[in-house]
């Protein structure tokens, strides 16, 4: 597994040095070449796919209709006979995936099942039952590691949306908003979990959003695992690096969502360049400085600190829903004279290191810190940075993770209304773009 991330970590960063902004002042740092691979067959499970095997995510499947997917696509691979008709059944399925889920949570077409629709997890867990089905999938032809690889980050891309956005042009007359959310997490303390990050992004891909003043705005969204290996590999910034390159069809503006606090909203003023050790949903720790990928557009010598640019006071004080939302400007640093860590208030001090942003040092600061700096290396002036939701909560008579049901009134009643104060949250931002 170590020599696939390797080897799928070269590939991206080549893929990122090709997106690069001509003519901005970036570091670039090539990759070296990777070993040649050699033929193998598919691995075991990993521990996201593993917990497939609990009721939970099969009874979420199961009463959406997505438990269908990966049985079809495990079909769809069984009939390729090239590596090449493995990838178009591959990039087939996971865009299938991925808009099955916006329609699903959108309304449209049928539910597919009980399971009420705004609900998130349908996707996650199906394709975690995807991509098990193609890590142990035994072709009929040669497939060596680099190529299952190639083929499992393929499957990741389209079925996130990475690879679906359609920002319009500047002659279409409508303003441009990326949104992000992601995976739900922390399922070894609850395998329930949903993440409404992930549920407002599915409910907002490819909405025409309308501002107060009566300026419309088209959003486009994509999901991202809760995996640090992934984001050191560049996952974020290939992704985002088309929307914000310069031209007619650059966004406007780029929100990062992850759920937060318990009963509000956050808009994170500062984000730091510190990973802060939480496992995650594959169960790995890292704690060090958040690592840009070689091939990433990144200023020299890279920051502690990067700031949003969101315009975070018209969103503290606009009506946006139920919940309040905080500015907030709390970090904790290293001050620059050394010493343990300290908690400021109103932000960091010139010449600290970074221990943890607004939002923390989990994968939350992590996706804020690498876009806003990704903002600032190709210079992109746009309205860029990071909100976290409140925590989604079950009602008191769900809460044990052992036993509760998958879902319940209070469950989806806050969902939808944090999905729903997303929704009002960009409006004001995709007001405020470009001024």
Do not use: C
Request: hydrophobic letters at 35%; zero cysteines; proline letters at 7%.
């Amino acid at each position: 597994m170590n020599r696939q991330r390797a080897r799928g970590s070269a590939r991206t960063r080549r893929q990122l040095v090709r997106a690069a902004v001509a003519g901005t002042a970036l570091a670039v740092v090539l990759p070296v070449s990777g070993a040649e691979a050699a033929d193998v067959d598919g691995g075991a499970p990993t521990v996201e796919e593993q917990r497939l095997a609990q009721d939970e995510p099969r009874e979420v499947l199961r009463r959406s209709g997505f438990d269908d997917a990966a049985p079809a696509f495990r079909h769809a691979l069984g009939e390729a006979r090239s590596v090449g008709e493995a990838e178009r059944v591959v990039v087939r399925h996971g865009k299938r995936l991925w808009q099955r889920a916006v329609d699903r949570v959108q309304g449209r077409g049928a539910a597919g099942g009980e399971l009420s629709r705004g609900d998130d997890r349908p996707l996650y867990w199906a394709r975690l039952g995807m991509t098990k089905a193609l890590r142990s999938w035994s072709p009929s032809f040669a497939l060596d590691e680099e190529r299952r690889t190639r083929l499992l980050e393929r499957l990741e891309v389209a079925s996130r949306g990475h690879d679906s956005a359609r920002l319009p042009a500047e002659s279409d007359g409508l303003r441009r908003v990326v949104v992000t959310g992601f995976d739900p997490f922390q399922l070894d303390e609850d395998i329930r979990r949903s993440n409404p990050s992930g549920a407002a992004a599915l409910a907002l891909d490819g909405a025409v959003v309308r501002t107060a003043s009566g300026e419309r705005a088209r959003v486009e969204t994509m999901l991202f695992p809760v995996r640090w290996d992934d984001f050191a590999d560049g996952m974020v910034e290939t992704a985002l690096l088309p929307a914000l390159r310069q031209g007619a069809r650059q966004t406007d503006a780029l929100v990062t969502v992850s759920q937060g606090s318990p009963g509000r909203f956050d808009v994170e003023r500062y984000n730091g360049a510190w990973r802060g050790g939480s496992p995650d949903n594959v169960r790995v720790s890292r704690a060090e400085t958040v690592p840009v990928a070689p091939g990433v557009p990144t200023p020299v010598p890279q920051p502690q600190w990067t700031v949003t640019s969101l315009p975070y006071r018209a969103i503290v004080d606009a009506d946006t829903g139920r919940f309040p939302v905080r500015d907030n400007t709390a970090v904790t640093e290293i001050p620059a004279d050394g010493g343990e860590p300290v908690e400021r208030p109103d932000g960091p001090t010139p010449g600290s290191t970074a221990r943890a942003g607004g939002g923390g040092n989990y994968l939350s600061n992590e996706i804020a810190y690498r876009a806003t700096l990704l903002r600032d290396a190709v210079g992109a002036r746009i309205a860029g940075g990071h909100l976290h939701t409140p925590v989604l909560e079950f009602g008191e008579d769900n809460s044990a993770p052992d036993g509760g049901r998958v879902s319940d009134p209070v469950f989806e009643r806050n969902r939808e209304a944090i999905s729903a104060q997303v929704r009002e949250v960009v409006e004001v931002v995709a007001e405020h773009a470009g001024r």
